[in-house]
């Protein structure tokens, strides 16, 4: 049977806007030595805004609007970005045959013509020529049948709260904290460097996502736990293979929530050292 204190513990978490699905999770919390971050969402704002335009034949408004069309039936935080950037309603009927392809971006028709809109690993796979742009923020590389028409910067921010979460969470005595994203290297490492991040792996596909938990839960001893944090809709096999998966709830996915065994409902990262402090506390008061 569950103790009690247990009980006292999910309540107080759930004062705090945290949603603690099973008392073990409170246990495995008290003993939590690895915390894996997502990035998008997670650790940053997830709101991009567009920091540059870089066409090579079209003119810049031509760029901008091929790439909102065809991020146009795209929710990931880097389209939203892109239609945000354009404002103006979009002709969605011209817009058919859309693939979101994980990791990648966008392939999809535009008038009938192929168009592509995502990360150097899309222009390789489809064996386009690109001229590689050193901005930094994240890059979106277009084309239109086969041929390269030019780029789109976006950059995103750190969430206010992130530096502090980090700071915290090892000052509890967590021993690694890592960031996993799809994202460039670059790009991975100056947003680890300014949150005081110990590890980053960037560059992986949501597979390598699970790949990576189960090698960092391969280097557990003993009772220690390893949680990961994520939002998105790829997140959800990562976030069931963690001993504690741990949702952002505000802009999370559903399947996120679902796959969640600890959800904060407010998207602070801060929230999660709080959380450990219940945990700790309530394992004294019960065993
Ligand atoms: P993260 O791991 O930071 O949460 P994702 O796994 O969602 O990021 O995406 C990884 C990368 O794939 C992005 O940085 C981007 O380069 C590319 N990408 C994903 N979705 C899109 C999209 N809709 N449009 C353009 N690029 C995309
Ligand atoms: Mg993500």
New binding site residues.
Partial sequence: SVPLGFFGGIGAASRVGVLVKGSNYLEALARMETIVF????TLTKGEFTVTGIYPTAVTERELLEMAALA?SY?E?P??NAVKKAYSKTLSMEKVTDTE?I?????RTRIDGRLVL???AKLMKAEHIVYETNDDIG?V?YMAVDGTYIGSIVIADRVKPEAKEAVAALKASGVRRTVM????KAEVGEAVAGELGIDIVYADLL?ADKVAKVEELLGDLSGKEKLAFVGD?I?DAPVLSRADIGIAMGNMGSDAAIEAADIVLMDDNPLKIASIIRIARHTLKIVT
């Fill in positions: 997502d990035k998008t969402g991020e795209s990931h880097i389209a979101e994980p990791g990648h971006g966008i809109a995502g990360n994240t979106i996993l994203t799809g994202d949501p998105g790829n």
